[in-house]
């Protein structure tokens, strides 16, 4: 049997240890974290509502209407009308005939690639999509061919490489450790032409980009017929929890029959679904909250070029700060820690060897005196060029 501890004791001694933090109160900007306050730039709150007092009053409201837990799988007697509602307002949102909902975006994927792959088949994935893309692909069967990162050509070489058996692409709409967008409407073009399927993750996108919050597709003028199969999740800018798959009828019903993670799962609770109907109506009425990111990510951009902080191309809520080594980052998140702002050290497997980073996010309850703040800091642990 492999020893454990060893292996735990290894990974301490290479910075790879991971270690969770207890927060005490609700999500927001300042958290009490482990009895400490602290300003926090890690979340995935990106618009503000995990907490927002609308969707608490409008949760409580579903645990009166439908109770606490749904009882049964979809399939049994778990699917209730505000799942139902909630499905048709994510397709009516996204555009699309039919919405599906899952209980995490991870097993959304692994649904989608297992009931539409097999192991005749081929998936070509951008190198650095989600860890749930690359573990559908696994349990797909399917032949698993990975391309550059954001890189079409790479893409289009591979696709025409192939012979028989359907063949799929996935990739994230934006990457949620480089906070970059795909090249969408290229990786779309290709699809076309080579007759394969095209899957967006816009769980980074969806709330975000494009008109109303639509996500990646819609900032990206991309529809149905251009990305077939789109998946989005709740927990995100969306405050909730949960996701989704939108596309054809023909598409949802083949995941409800055959997607495992969809059939052999309980429903998730229906006070949650209907909560997050009152969150897409906030999403697509509020466009302030996506106007202030924006303005808050430039203000951040250009305050670290002042300092030669090195960030990644990225105008989204996320901004990698490089660092390099994983012990660096590790110091600098601690560093930042002890000052009152919590940043995660993002290492080694989630991101390539030698580019361990700070991955700074962004809410739109941020203000912008919390961003200089952040700045000072950096410039306070971080030496200059």
Same mark, same amino acid.
């Given at each position: 049997?492999?020893?454990?501890?060893?292996?735990?004791?290894?990974?301490? !001694?290479?910075?790879?240890?991971?270690?969770?933090?207890?927060?005490?109160? %609700?999500?927001?900007?300042?958290?009490?974290?482990?009895?400490?306050?602290?300003? $926090?730039?890690?979340? @995935?709150?990106?618009?503000?509502?995990? $907490?927002?007092?609308?969707?608490?009053?409008?949760?409580?409201?579903?645990?009166?209407?439908?109770?606490?837990?749904?009882?049964?799988?979809?399939?049994?007697?778990?699917?209730?009308?505000?799942?139902?509602?909630?499905?048709?307002?994510?397709?009516?949102?996204?555009?699309?005939?039919?919405?599906?909902?899952?209980?995490?975006?991870?097993?959304? @994927?692994?649904?989608?690639?297992?009931?539409?792959?097999?192991?005749?088949?081929?998936?070509?994935?951008?190198?650095? @999509?989600?860890?749930?893309?690359?573990?559908?692909?696994?349990?797909?069967?399917?032949?698993?061919?990975?391309?550059?990162?954001?890189?079409?050509?790479?893409?289009?070489?591979?696709?025409?490489?192939?012979?028989?058996?359907?063949?799929?692409?996935?990739?994230?709409?934006?990457?949620?450790?480089?906070?970059?967008?795909?090249?969408?409407?290229?990786?779309?073009?290709?699809?076309?032409?080579?007759? &394969?399927?095209?899957?967006?993750?816009? &769980?980074?996108?969806?709330?975000?980009?494009?008109?109303?919050?639509?996500?990646?597709?819609?900032? !990206?003028?991309?529809?149905?017929?251009? +990305?077939?199969?789109?998946?989005?999740?709740?927990?995100?800018?969306?405050?909730?929890?949960? &996701?989704?798959?939108?596309?054809?009828?023909?598409?949802?019903?083949?995941?409800?029959?055959?997607?495992?993670?969809?059939?052999?799962? /309980?429903?998730?609770?229906?006070?949650?679904?209907?909560?997050?109907?009152? $969150?897409?109506?906030?999403?697509?009425?509020?466009?302030?909250?996506?106007?202030?990111?924006?303005?808050?990510?430039?203000?951040?951009?250009?305050?670290?070029?002042?300092?030669?902080?090195?960030?990644?191309?990225?105008?989204? %809520?996320?901004?990698?700060?490089?660092?390099?080594?994983?012990?660096?980052?590790?110091?600098?998140?601690?560093?930042?820690?002890?000052?009152?702002?919590?940043?995660?050290?993002?290492?080694?497997?989630?991101?390539?060897?030698?580019?361990?980073?700070?991955?700074? /996010?962004?809410?739109?309850?941020?203000?912008?005196?919390? +961003?200089?703040?952040?700045?000072?800091?950096?410039?306070?642990?971080?030496?200059?060029?």
């Amino acid at each position: 049997m492999q020893d454990l501890a060893t292996a735990l004791a290894q990974r301490q !001694a290479d910075q790879l240890y991971r270690r969770r933090r207890t927060v005490d109160g %609700p999500q927001g900007v300042e958290l009490t974290l482990d009895g400490q306050t602290v300003l $926090s730039f890690c979340s @995935n709150d990106y618009l503000g509502l995990a $907490s927002d007092p609308r969707l608490v009053a409008t949760l409580k409201d579903g645990a009166e209407r439908f109770g606490v837990g749904s009882g049964a799988a979809h399939l049994i007697s778990g699917h209730s009308r505000a799942h139902h509602e909630l499905e048709e307002a994510l397709a009516d949102f996204t555009g699309r005939p039919r919405a599906l909902l899952f209980s995490t975006g991870y097993m959304a @994927n692994l649904g989608i690639l297992q009931a539409l792959l097999g192991r005749h088949d081929h998936v070509f994935e951008d190198r650095y @999509n989600h860890a749930s893309l690359l573990d559908a692909a696994k349990l797909s069967g399917a032949k698993l061919h990975r391309y550059g990162h954001a890189d079409a050509d790479s893409l289009a070489d591979q696709l025409a490489g192939t012979g028989q058996g359907e063949r799929l692409v996935a990739t994230d709409g934006v990457f949620s450790m480089d906070g970059d967008a795909a090249p969408l409407v290229e990786l779309a073009r290709h699809c076309r032409q080579q007759d &394969a399927w095209l899957l967006v993750d816009d &769980a980074h996108g969806i709330g975000v980009l494009g008109e109303q919050g639509r996500g990646s597709l819609d900032a !990206a003028g991309l529809g149905i017929k251009d +990305v077939p199969i789109l998946m989005g999740t709740l927990g995100k800018a969306l405050g909730t929890a949960g &996701a989704f798959v939108a596309g054809s009828e023909e598409l949802i019903e083949t995941l409800i029959q055959q997607a495992r993670t969809y059939v052999y799962t /309980t429903a998730t609770p229906p006070a949650l679904a209907w909560a997050t109907l009152e $969150s897409l109506r906030i999403v697509r009425a509020e466009e302030w909250r996506r106007e202030k990111l924006r303005a808050l990510v430039a203000r951040f951009r250009a305050g670290a070029d002042e300092l030669g902080l090195q960030l990644l191309d990225s105008r989204t %809520p996320i901004q990698p700060l490089l660092v390099g080594d994983a012990a660096t980052a590790v110091r600098l998140s601690e560093e930042l820690l002890a000052r009152g702002i919590l940043v995660t050290a993002i290492r080694p497997p989630t991101v390539p060897a030698g580019t361990a980073r700070l991955r700074i /996010t962004f809410s739109a309850l941020h203000e912008e005196r919390q +961003v200089d703040r952040l700045l000072e800091v950096l410039e306070e642990i971080i030496p200059g060029p």
